[in-house]
């Protein structure tokens, strides 16, 4: 299916159209998690988000700033609470389905500034997974046939290279990235990169696990001890 | 990076080195998290698989079939104790790194057979998510010049097509599909197309969130209503 210039607009101008959201599961250990849960749920005002709570997660659709501000809202609210609680956080945009997208192919990319997080003065620990779909990673060659990164992978590095900038890089792990820090600038270095991604890659998705409160960053939990 | 032919042999045929694994985030809703989850990993041997633990996540890696094993158990225990808990769980194979795969390309795919799920008689929500990477979704054609879906995308819908044949599939939502059923059931079905995607595409990951005895399920939580 191909799409005229104009077509592509509507896709790409509109994040709900263009699938841009979040799913955001809260996990709260104490036997009062739902009052806890409730209770950061209604202190947040979703603001222009479309919103849909379920049993598994929560969505938020809309766009990038406003999924990024309402995520950083929310978190914070938990964290602040002093309960341990860990928080796991599907973002995805370009692909408004599910398997097979709704959107065609060529319909992106959606280019937005980046967002910028707000520093929270509240420590996480994370876990962190970026993928650009539908693109290949082999490396393509230049006129002079020397080998050139993918525009993508560029972004992924440089998105790396910000979380070390930041202080917020720890380390690979196995599959993942792990960040410790403030919890709102790792929420805002997560979503940039996702958008830094998408700016050539139309379907980009990030899955992110926090760790608030943990009894094992007892120790760590002073941001001044990670700067 | 060319490998050749041997080489691809000794990635593909050691699971670890194939980077096959999962990590696994366990979320109890109760002020005896830490015993509840202590207890459940302590009941489980994770016999040949590699384990690491740490405060976001539990790593485990080896076999598919052992990692499937594994997981199953972990998540009956923690589902036995009646308490609600969330499962953040993440399965790779084909990138034994970080972002950069420390596997070089054209060192997979790497063929195994079809796990098998084990019924629990415990019931569970999920939210899933697969992901075949470095692949386009492009659709290719065949030498009449007919559209041809790349065989990964064949798999993935043969993937979806069996748990509705299961029984588990409950819809499409934003960004994933959404299952029900037999604690065991789903994390087999989810296991088996991680796998059969596999067979055609080096690096899979697969993303998914169970809910375990939500107080929303009350009514839902007997199997014989989701026959």
């Avoid at 520093?119 to 970026?130: D, K």
């Avoid at 539908?134 to 230049?142: I, L, P």
């Avoid at 940039?192 to 409160?213: D, E, F, I, R, Y």
């Amino acid at each position: 299916m191909t799409i005229t210039h104009s077509e592509t607009d509507v896709f790409t101008q509109d994040p709900l159209r263009f699938g841009v959201g979040a799913r955001v599961t809260i996990s709260v250990m104490t036997d009062n998690y739902v009052e806890v849960i409730l209770n950061a749920l209604d202190a947040v005002d979703p603001g222009g988000l479309s919103l849909a709570t379920g049993d598994v997660s929560t969505w938020v659709g809309g766009h990038e700033h406003d999924v990024l501000a309402y995520l950083t809202a929310v978190t914070r609210e938990i964290a602040a609470t002093g309960h341990h609680a860990s928080v796991s956080i599907h973002l995805s945009r370009g692909c408004p389905g599910e398997v097979a997208c709704a959107l065609p192919g060529g319909a992106g990319p959606r280019v937005v500034t980046a967002p910028q997080g707000e520093v929270t003065g509240l420590w996480a620990a994370a876990e962190w997974a970026l993928y650009p779909l539908g693109t290949t990673t082999s490396t393509a060659t230049d006129d002079a046939g020397r080998a050139v990164e993918p525009e993508h992978m560029t972004a992924i590095y440089a998105a790396i290279e910000s979380t070390r900038a930041a202080g917020l890089y720890r380390g690979s792990e196995h599959y993942v990235t792990r960040l410790e820090g403030d919890l709102g600038l790792i929420l805002g270095h997560v979503t940039a990169a996702w958008v830094a991604v998408g700016a050539s890659v139309q379907h980009v998705t990030s899955h992110l696990t926090l760790s608030l409160n943990s009894p094992s960053h007892a120790s760590a939990t002073s941001l001044g001890d990670h700067s």
